[in-house]
Nanobody, 120 residues
Framework: QVQLVESGGGLVQAGGSLRLSCAAS????????MGWYRQAPGKQRELVAA???????NYVDSVKGRFFISRDNAKNTVYLQMNSLKPEDTAVYYC??????????????WGQGTQVTVSS
């Protein structure tokens, strides 16, 4: 089994910052891409940012220049630094990891989600 545990969400005023963390643990041989998704009420889940094992990143246009994704491969942990937060960033944020297990089974795993609320 593989578990992804997120932390760092909360309530912040517009213009503020938050840092999300997501640690993967369990039966892990390697992790390819890791990413953060978000889902606001009444909207579809969207990819916010992703990072490959080699460090290549991509972002949804609405967060470019404000959010920064990074990872610590030794700790199987991915981070999302969120700056200049806007009310429209309010959503549940989910961590995702493309994991290869020791039995060579490859599967996408998800965290439980962490609420980010930005007040105006």
């Amino acid at each position: 089994q593989v578990q992804l545990v997120e932390s760092g969400g909360g309530l912040v005023q517009a213009g503020g910052s938050l840092r999300l963390s997501c640690a993967a643990s369990g039966s892990i041989l390697s992790i390819y891409a890791m990413g953060w998704y978000r889902q606001a009420p009444g909207k579809q889940r969207e990819l916010v940012a992703a990072i490959t094992a080699g460090g290549s990143t991509n972002y949804v246009d609405s967060v470019k220049g404000r959010f920064f994704i990074s990872r610590d491969n030794a700790k199987n942990t991915v981070y999302l630094q969120m700056n200049s937060l806007k009310p429209e960033d309010t959503a549940v944020y989910y961590c995702n990891a493309d994991v290869v297990r020791p039995d060579l089974f490859r599967y996408d795993y998800w965290g439980q989600g962490t609420q980010v609320t930005v007040s105006s």
